[in-house]
């Protein structure tokens, strides 16, 4: 329950039994259990869902996710155990003594069949005008249970208004079929706590704080609890029509940027195992739809770096040449929208060791709507700029008021994975099938650095890669560049590197450990902040924190199902990506080379630069949505 | 005049001075005393108190808690109202003696909201046993710490679910917890807790005074002791009488002048409803067990009104998290209205009595496991008559 002075949200009967290991390699001890009058030896204190798991016995759940914490809620996944009155839910049932167990006698299927019923009978809705069609928790059980008729009847009319007033989150509560995964996701997983359930029997919803509208309470937009919704109860607010409607209109010049989290992912939507990136796959399709151009986020990725790299450059020259005291320290990564937002929600006060820098997608929409309609001369009020992202917070991003710096809209649309399958779908396009084609110039191919922004840690490695070299002339002391400290799963990361030898005009830096954390999940995020809060960061200089778990890979517009065995498959995706890329360091990325020549002359946190490509934030607190 | 009953262990005599016997034994003894006395838990569920003491005893935990569960809420039970009003000392004596034996060091005792107006009382009766020094640090010189706080509940039925309980307790929405694991290794804040009735607790100083034997000797093989039992309905003398388990019905409902008699409801709302022709069937856990209620009907009385009663109140108190009790709820009330419009085929319901047993294994808790009792019983036994109404 606790870690530190942490303490988790989540009840403690929710949390796994935890078992005294005498070694690391010690399971503890066995438990001999009969699964359907077969033998089998299990840990002690697995649950039986886990056991079935282990052997492959099917065992349906709808509350049950792998990310979550326990709910035994739904109760499908009820089996009998010999000598037990009742059903017991597998999924809560921690096996501490040798039991027989039942998945599928006479009662646990009779039960299954009228728990589904029931859940049937009060979801509204049809499933040919569900966004989840064939890829919907409750339609497949109703499948695998061979439902029908409606047992127990089925509601006519919708009962609650569909509440469509966020940029991100649509939530549909018609089809909720209270499994709590979402409150769960926001509550446990994400430590951020907008959604609860209220009232109470028959007339439980999942809803807000005093039942607002979602854009009216502080939901940070990360959409982790759309990823986790078995039906459709959940989902984007999808701008597709209005896209479809702009590559329409001969008179709109319409470019899509696509991050790589997505490229990554999109597969998935086309029936491929997670970890297969179509990148190039992608850009044939993209260009078979209508859009005029397709230009890679990793372009402003690699510009990330040199913005925010610079900043942390004079950050630290700050502190230590000019020992000015009202410079922050660590700084804070901001290319995550849901993260920025969580911050500016839970830590408005620490606001200033965030990056200025805007993220990959609002610093293209701006170079887009400047220096490309000035290169290409086209009147930047008939651009219409897309980005694909694996983000339902980037749609709220690119409307926020601040992001107009182009003079106009800097990016007009957030599209997400899920939402692109689906236009690539509608054209007819079977994307695996497709020829490979490349990105389209004057921004062209990007660096190797800017891909793995996708993944947690990603940036960091990326922003290492370049610091170092530019303060010490070398390229970082690593195998290969790959900064293995940076990779990896888990959900805080602490490394540091030694800058010695450094170049003349960074003589200030010489010897020192530069100190670096990464962070996921907003649940993470916040274990930093409360130590950044105490004062135990004050050695730290740089911090990376992605919102979504697993970094934008695994964030709130990708394809569903996600777990972490799909992150990791996508995040071995990434990195095998750009190990084949030939350049792989943001600062030697001869597009941004050129735009720092033509167009932002007076560099990195220059003036200009400082007009298009940093942003402010606003203290928001508790109160400000 | 029909014969009131007697007091069998709630007598103030009885209790004489079984608290400071009590703290003068060694904890573990108490418990064991507590287990040879037989006693089983009051609230309804029967579970054996000495086992459940045991198991909290032998807890290693740096903290353990006691929680007295006095959120009497099932309709037509108000026993342990009495029992708080009239035997608040030997109550709070009863916490006192569980924490001593299973050595925790805090008591709550979880009062319903609506019991409200018992604050004032309560509290004087903590102060007075602290003023005399059996409450509080060193109780009675015998080196043990221990502080009773008052909790007040917010309504919901579902809050005496000792789970829920004790989620309401940690500031929580009041829902059941899953189970294992059970709050003697897993309750208040993850520390074992003993969840006891009112009526349970208020029992042990007379069995530490008069000795598990005396308390052995009344009642049954498997239900010993005495059970206080809250009548109301159609009886000439409604009110909470104190009876030894295995007493026949026909003896209580003599007891309690009902006349004319058509069906008693037995323990509540969620309890079983039989036919005045089950006259010698008796209240104990092996035949018809109790929380403590008894609600008698006579001839005048509509079945199926009472069904919907009851079922109305199950809708509205399920807490909402599992599916069988949240949504099964409703359609057996829904399909009591059919009934009530003559709407219901014998076909429907079939499927839903089917439904009612799949309820009783699947519910998460004792709440949605038992809802379906009222219908299951009453549509049994009285299915004929209410069809041929309708």
């Known amino acids: 329950m606790t870690d530190g002075n942490y303490v988790s949200r989540t009840p ?58 326990i709910a035994g809620v ?29 998945t599928s006698s006479e009662k646990v299927r009779k039960s299954r069949r009228h728990i589904l019923d029931l859940l049937l009978s009060e979801h509204y809705g049809e499933c040919y005008s569900c966004v989840r069609n064939n890829n919907c928790e409750l339609q497949k ?62 007339d439980t919803k999942i809803t807000t704080f005093l039942d607002k509208p979602i854009s009216e309470v502080i939901c940070i937009n990360c959409g982790q609890c759309i990823n986790r919704c078995p039906t459709g109860a959940l989902r984007t607010n999808d701008p597709s029509d209005i896209i479809w409607e702009a590559i329409d209109n001969p008179k709109k010049h319409v470019v899509i940027q696509t991050a790589p989290s997505p490229r990554a992912a999109i597969g998935e939507e086309f029936g491929l195992p997670a970890g297969n990136s179509l990148t190039r796959e992608l850009n044939t399709a993209l260009k078979m739809i209508g859009f005029d151009r397709v230009f890679d986020t990793n ?66 929409g701006a170079v887009i709507k400047t220096f490309y309609a000035q290169e290409e001369n086209i009147d930047p009020a008939d651009i219409v700029t897309v980005a694909l992202m694996p983000c339902s917070a980037k749609k709220f991003e690119c409307n926020r008021p601040e992001m107009v710096d182009s003079g106009f809209k800097d990016v007009d649309f957030g599209l997400t994975t899920r939402e692109l399958a689906q236009m690539i779908k509608e ?182 630069s400082h007009k298009l490509l940093h942003t402010t934030y606003t203290k928001r607190g508790n109160y400000i949505a | 005049m029909p014969i009131l009953n007697k007091p069998i262990v709630f007598a103030k005599e009885n209790f004489g001075d079984g608290f400071e016997k009590g703290l003068k034994m060694k904890p573990i003894d108490i ?172 029992t042990i100083p007379a069995i530490l005074n008069l000795g598990s034997d005396w308390y052995r000797n009344i009642g049954t093989d498997k239900s010993r002791g005495s059970k206080l039992i809250s009548v109301s309905g159609d009886v000439e003398f409604p009110g909470v009488y104190e009876i030894p388990f295995g007493t026949k019905i026909k003896d209580m409902l003599e007891l309690v002048g009902a006349k004319d008699t058509k069906a008693i409801q037995i323990g509540g709302a969620s309890g079983t409803c039989i036919s005045a022709k089950e006259l010698n069937r008796n209240l104990s856990f092996e035949d018809l067990p109790t929380g403590g209620s008894i609600i008698v009907f006579n001839n005048s009385r509509n079945m199926l009104k009472i069904l919907k009663n009851f079922m109305e109140f199950f809708v509205e108190e399920s807490c909402g998290q599992c599916t069988p009790c949240r949504i099964g709820n409703k359609k057996l009330l829904d399909g009591v209205n059919m009934i009530e419009k003559g709407e219901c085929s014998v076909a429907y319901l079939k499927e839903l009595l089917s439904l009612g047993e799949t309820m009783r294994i699947t519910s998460k808790c004792g709440l949605g496991q038992s809802s379906p009792n009222p219908f299951i019983s009453i549509l049994t036994t009285f299915g004929d008559e209410i069809l041929a109404t309708y």
């Open chain 1, 12 to 69: 403690v009967s929710q949390q796994p039994l935890k078992i005294e290991q005498s070694s690391p390699h010690d399971i503890g001890g066995l438990v001999e259990i009969e699964i359907n009058s077969k033998k089998f030896k299990v840990p002690f204190g697995i649950t039986i869902l886990e056991a079935c798991k282990l052997f492959d016995i099917h065992v349906p759940t709808l509350c049950h996710h792998e990310d979550l914490c």
């Open chain 1, 74 to 102: 739904c109760r499908i996944c009820s089996v009998e155990v010999e000598g037990m009155r009742t059903l017991q839910a597998s999924c809560s049932f921690p096996i501490t003594q040798s039991i027989k167990i039942h």
């Open chain 1, 141 to 202: 059980l109703a499948k695998e249970y061979g439902v029908d008729f409606y047992r127990f009847g089925h509601v006519k009319e919708p009962y609650y208004d569909i509440d469509k007033s966020s940029y991100s989150i649509v939530r549909d509560m018609n089809k909720c079929i209270l499994c709590r995964r979402c409150v769960r996701t926001c509550i446990d997983l994400q430590e951020v706590g907008v959604l609860e359930a209220l009232n109470r029997g028959y």
């Open chain 1, 299 to 364: 372009f402003t990725a690699d510009l990330t770096i040199m913005e925010e790299g610079t900043e942390l450059l004079n950050r630290l020259k700050a502190a230590i040449v000019d020992k000015d005291e009202s410079v922050k320290l660590p700084q804070f990564t901001s290319c995550s929208p849901g993260w920025v937002k969580y911050c500016e929600h839970f830590y408005p006060d620490f606001l200033s060791h965030l990056s200025t820098a805007k993220s990959p997608q609002q610093m293209f």
């Open chain 1, 427 to 608: 054209a007819g396009i079977n994307l695996p099938d497709l020829p490979k084609s490349n990105f389209d110039e004057p921004f062209g191919e990007a660096s190797g650095a800017g891909l793995i922004f996708g993944a947690t840690g990603g940036v960091m490695e990326a922003a290492l890669r370049s610091v170092y070299e530019i303060v010490t002339g070398r390229t970082v002391p690593f195998d290969n560049l790959v900064i293995s400290p940076c990779r990896g799963m888990e959900g805080v990361r602490e490394a540091s590197i030694k800058l010695e030898n450094v170049k003349d005009e960074w003589k200030f830096l010489e010897g020192v450990e530069l100190k670096f954390m990464i962070a996921h999940g907003t649940a993470n995020a916040k274990k930093v902040m409360e130590k950044l809060k105490k004062g135990e960061l004050k050695d730290v200089h740089f911090v990376e924190i992605m919102g979504c778990p697993g970094g934008c890979l695994g964030g709130g517009g990708q394809p569903i199902p996600t777990s972490p065995e799909i992150r990791q498959k996508r995040a071995e995706a990434i990195y095998k990506e750009e190990a084949e890329l030939p350049i792989r360091k943001s600062h030697e990325n001869p597009h941004v080379v050129y735009l720092y020549s033509k167009f932002l002359t007076e560099g990195p946190c220059g003036h200009l």
């Open chain 2, 31 to 202: 418990v064991l005393a507590v287990r040879e006395s037989g006693l089983k838990g009051r609230g309804g569920a029967g579970f054996p108190t000495g086992t459940k003491w045991m198991l909290a005893a032998t807890a290693i935990a740096e903290k353990k808690f006691v929680v007295c569960n006095a959120d009497e809420g099932e309709p037509g039970t108000f026993k342990d109202r009495v029992l708080l009003t009239e035997f608040t000392e030997q109550v709070l004596q009863g916490i006192i003696l569980c924490g001593y034996a299973i050595r925790a060091q805090v008591g709550y005792i979880y009062l319903r909201g609506e019991y409200e107006y018992m604050v004032s009382q309560i509290n004087n009766a903590i102060q007075k046993l602290k003023n005399e020094n059996k409450l509080g640090k060193n109780i009675l010189g015998k080196g043990f710490d221990f502080e009773i706080e008052l909790r007040l509940g917010s309504g919901a039925y579902v809050c005496g679910e000792e789970s829920a309980l004790i989620e309401s307790l940690e500031g929580n929405r009041g829902e059941p917890r899953n189970r294992p694991p059970y709050p003697v290794n897993t309750g208040f804040m993850g520390y074992p807790t003993v969840v006891n009735n009112v009526e349970t607790l208020a």
